[in-house]
């Protein structure tokens, strides 16, 4: 661990008067896997956006490896070095496998480099591969996350967020994708990842935070005696799972 | 009769090609932006003004003609994206009230282009050099105009064009990805304001030339081009299936053939008329248009 590769700092964010981010705070620490948890309409989507510079931050500061990225445009922000995998995938449904992977590659002018890592990508994800020229709408919704993680990882980027990237999976699936997260993290890129699954967030994760009501209540490492209340403060039920 | 009815069919798939040029650029901006730009008949006929007074100064050739009238009706048309639609592109949740803004700004642009053509200019009716001089082509007893030819020749050259361009090219797929899953795309990285600008300033440019192909074949210009414009490919554009570029061509064609038929079945002044009704009473039963129901056709009946 080393210093923070995103610092968020104070991040205040509101749809019309209703203010959805109350000043976060928060670091992620380059090489690490950071987990955010907490319940539902606490922020943790709106965090992923803002940070990722669709929605805009009212007030606060967002540095991605020391340098200001708040207020920027999303391609700017991608161009910097960081990807979001969006909540429900958002995959491009009436396009191709392999032309989503290229679009995720659009701020890259490395025609060869490009070529290189969908092949690379097909070579990680074979069912990927299987379905190449089908349209991603036609994909299940495990392929489909898988092709979000895919198409998002063709910007090369240094920080790659998640969001509930487990959401409406099956458990094996589900296992597959922290699987992939796992591995994908030990390749070098740091991740910042929003789960609902605590349970298999925290397995993963070096670090978490807890979000509630737009402001971080708790931050920890897993294994610390805390992490039964956290479990139970982000309503998970991932036992059930 | 025969030989009529084979004329009027002729005519109005001229006509309608005209009408065809005219929707593509229309529906280009309706199926990536989903926005109505109804300025985009006044800029083409800013365009052509732009045109008539290069002619008047310089008499130029119908290439130098053709070029102004497409880059006076892409500089209009870039005024109406910033003023009308660029402020109401960002906030992609709050789509429906961005629609209605950006459709009634285009309105207000469309009164204010056609209140400064009417004021500026000392004449409303100016002529036009025609494109081709010469007589009308024979094909036995039928004759064709070569003016409407070319027409149709550009609108399904563009139709095909487009396709390429959104099928073989970074900015092709940029385009479609947009389309898709406009917030995808944002994270994608793909700078989607950027996007809507080109394909605003790649419609304004094909309506320039299918509003210099029209007014070379009329020989004249006047302020209701803009009015006619937009209506003539906004009507072809719902006849065709909104969106759909193939569409366009269809519903242009359509319109064209309507509108000679019904011209010589019931007189000139019931062809809008009737154009109107078959637009209404096909948006009643298929409100997907005529591209949707021939690519269906071949299926079995639901």
New interface residues.
């Given amino acids: 661990m080393s210093a923070p590769l995103l610092e968020i700092a104070d991040v205040v964010t509101a749809y019309g008067k209703i203010e959805a981010l109350r000043g976060v705070t928060l670091a992620v620490a380059q090489g690490s896997i950071t987990c955010l948890l907490g319940p539902n309409g606490a922020g943790k989507t709106t965090l992923m956006l803002t940070t990722s510079g669709i929605l805009r931050a009212r007030r606060g500061s967002i540095r991605l490896a020391g340098e200001e990225i708040a207020g920027r445009a999303p391609h700017d922000i991608v161009a910097r070095g960081m990807a979001l995998v969006p909540e429900n995938r958002l995959v491009f449904a009436h396009m191709s496998v392999t032309e989503n992977l290229a679009a995720g590659a659009y701020q890259r002018r490395d025609r060869a480099g490009i070529d290189e890592d969908i092949e690379r990508l097909y070579g990680r994800f074979p069912q990927l591969k299987a379905r190449s020229g089908q349209q991603g709408g036609t994909l299940s919704g495990g392929e489909q996350q898988m092709l979000a993680v895919a198409r998002a990882l063709m910007s090369r980027p240094k920080l790659l967020l998640m969001d509930e990237p487990s959401l409406g999976l099956a458990p094996l699936i589900v296992e597959e994708i922290f699987r992939i997260i796992a591995e994908l993290n030990r390749d070098g890129t740091t991740i910042f990842l929003v789960e609902q699954n605590a349970h298999m967030a925290l397995k993963v994760a070096h670090h978490f935070y807890l979000i509630e009501q737009g402001r971080v209540t708790f931050s920890g490492s897993p294994g610390a005696l805390a992490e039964d209340e956290v479990i139970r403060r982000a309503y998970l039920g991932s036992t059930k799972h | 009769m025969v030989v009529d009815l084979a004329q009027n069919t002729l005519d109005g798939l001229m006509l309608g090609s005209a009408y065809a040029l005219l929707a593509l650029g229309f529906t280009l901006i309706f199926g990536v932006l989903r926005r109505a730009n109804l300025s985009y008949g006044p800029a083409i006929m800013l365009g052509a003004y732009a045109a008539t007074w290069v002619n008047l100064q310089f008499h130029s050739g119908a290439l130098v003609l053709a070029l102004v009238t497409i880059a006076g009706a892409t500089l209009a048309g870039a005024y109406v994206e910033r003023l009308c639609f660029a402020p109401h592109g960002r906030r992609s949740r709050s789509g429906e009230a961005a629609a209605v803004a950006s459709m009634v700004g285009s309105f207000a642009l469309w009164m204010q282009l056609e209140e400064l053509a009417t004021l500026w200019l000392p004449k409303h009716l100016y002529g036009f050099p025609p494109l081709y001089d010469g007589p009308p082509l024979a094909l036995g007893p039928l004759t064709l105009r070569v003016e409407y030819l070319a027409m149709l020749a550009c609108a399904v050259a563009v139709c095909f064009g487009l396709h390429r361009l959104l099928n073989r090219t970074?900015f092709g797929?940029?385009v479609?990805?947009v389309?898709?899953?406009a917030?995808?795309?944002?994270?994608?990285?793909?700078?989607?304001p950027r996007v809507f600008m080109l394909v605003f300033a790649l419609a304004s440019a094909l309506g320039g030339l299918a509003g210099y192909l029209i007014v070379a074949a009329h020989e004249q210009v006047t302020p209701m081009l803009g009015m006619w414009s937009t209506l003539k490919g906004m009507i072809a554009m719902m006849l065709g299936g909104l969106g759909s570029l193939p569409g366009a061509v269809v519903g242009g064609l359509a319109l064209g053939l309507i509108e000679a038929h019904s011209q010589w079945l019931f007189g000139p002044q019931y062809r809008d008329l009737i154009a109107f009704l078959i637009l209404f009473a096909l948006l009643a039963v298929r409100p997907s248009g005529l591209w949707a129901m021939l690519r269906r056709s071949p299926a079995p009946a639901p």
């Fill in positions: 970074r797929l940029a479609r990805a389309v898709d899953q917030d995808a795309a944002r994270l994608a990285g793909i700078n989607v």
